[in-house]
T-cell receptor, first 112, second 113 residues
Framework: DSGVTQTPKHLITATGQRVTLRCSPR?????VYWYQQSLDQGLQFLIQYYNGEERAKGNILERFSAQQFPDLHSELNLSSLELGDSALYFCASSVGWNTEAFFGQGTRLTVV | GEDVEQSLFLSVREGDSSVINCTYTDSSSTYLYWYKQEPGAGLQLLTYIFSNMDMKQDQRLTVLLNKKDKHLSLRIADTQTGDSAIYFC?????????????FGTGTRLTIIP
C-alpha cells in the first residue's frame, strides 16, 4: 500500500457526461501529480500541484481541470467525456517537488 | 523534449537474472526510477537512482546508470514468478516547474517455468 488513495476505483459513464476523480495523498506529501494511462498513449503526465498551487502542466485537455484543496487532497474533473477518454487515471504524491513519487491504485474510467 | 525508450517484451527462465534496459534523452535528469505494474494494479516504486551515482543495489535489484550514454538498466536476480509484471523506467526533470516523471513504454517481463 503506497498510502495514496484514489476514489472511485471504477467508473462507467456515458459520452458527454462529467466526472470527478479524487485523490488523497500520503500524509505529509505536498505534491500531487495526475497521469493518464491508455493503451495507445502509455503513461501521460497531465498536471501537478504543489501545496495548493498549479506547478506544471502536461498534455491535459481543456475539457479536463484539476485542483488541490487546503487539506492537500486533489480532484481531477473530466467533462464532455468522449470514448477516447477511457483510461486508467493515476494520482501520485511526493513530499517535495524533487523527491520520489508514490502512486495510487488508479481509477479506471470507461466511457460508453 | 524528454523521451524514454524501453523494449516491449522480455522472457526469462525462473531462477535466471532479468535485465531490463532503458534509454533516456534528458541529460539534466536528476532522478531515474523503476516502477512495477502488476495486472490491474497501480504503479509500485521499486527503486530509484540519483544521477550522480553509477550503481545502486537493493536486495535482488541492481540499478546501473551510464550517464554518458543515457542508459539505465534494472537487473533482477533469481527471477521468480511473482516478478511477472510490466516494468517502467522514468526520469524526472531537474528544472524548476518541470518535475514531472516521463515514463517509458514499459517492458512486459514474462517468467518461463
Amino acid at each position: 500500500d503506497s498510502g495514496v488513495t484514489q476514489t472511485p476505483k471504477h467508473l462507467i459513464t456515458a459520452t458527454g457526461q462529467r466526472v470527478t476523480l479524487r485523490c488523497s495523498p500520503r500524509s505529509g506529501d505536498l505534491s500531487v501529480y495526475w497521469y493518464q494511462q491508455s493503451l495507445d498513449q502509455g503513461l501521460q503526465f497531465l498536471i501537478q500541484y504543489y501545496n495548493g498551487e498549479e506547478r506544471a502542466k502536461g498534455n491535459i485537455l481543456e475539457r479536463f481541470s484539476a485542483q488541490q484543496f487546503p487539506d492537500l487532497h486533489s480532484e481531477l474533473n473530466l467533462s464532455s467525456l468522449e470514448l477516447g477518454d477511457s483510461a486508467l487515471y493515476f494520482c501520485a504524491s511526493s513530499v517535495g517537488w524533487n523527491t520520489e513519487a508514490f502512486f495510487g491504485q488508479g481509477t479506471r474510467l470507461t466511457v460508453v | 523534449g524528454e523521451d524514454v525508450e524501453q523494449s516491449l517484451f522480455l522472457s526469462v527462465r525462473e531462477g535466471d537474472s532479468s535485465v531490463i534496459n532503458c534509454t533516456y534523452t534528458d541529460s539534466s535528469s536528476t532522478y531515474l526510477y523503476w516502477y512495477k505494474q502488476e495486472p490491474g494494479a497501480g504503479l509500485q516504486l521499486l527503486t530509484y537512482i540519483f544521477s550522480n551515482m553509477d550503481m545502486k543495489q537493493d536486495q535482488r535489484l541492481t540499478v546501473l546508470l551510464n550517464k554518458k550514454d543515457k542508459h539505465l538498466s534494472l537487473r533482477i536476480a533469481d527471477t521468480q514468478t511473482g516478478d511477472s509484471a510490466i516494468y517502467f523506467c522514468a526520469e524526472k526533470g531537474a528544472n524548476f516547474g518541470n518535475e514531472k516523471l516521463t515514463f517509458g513504454t514499459g517492458t512486459r517481463l514474462t517468467i518461463i517455468p
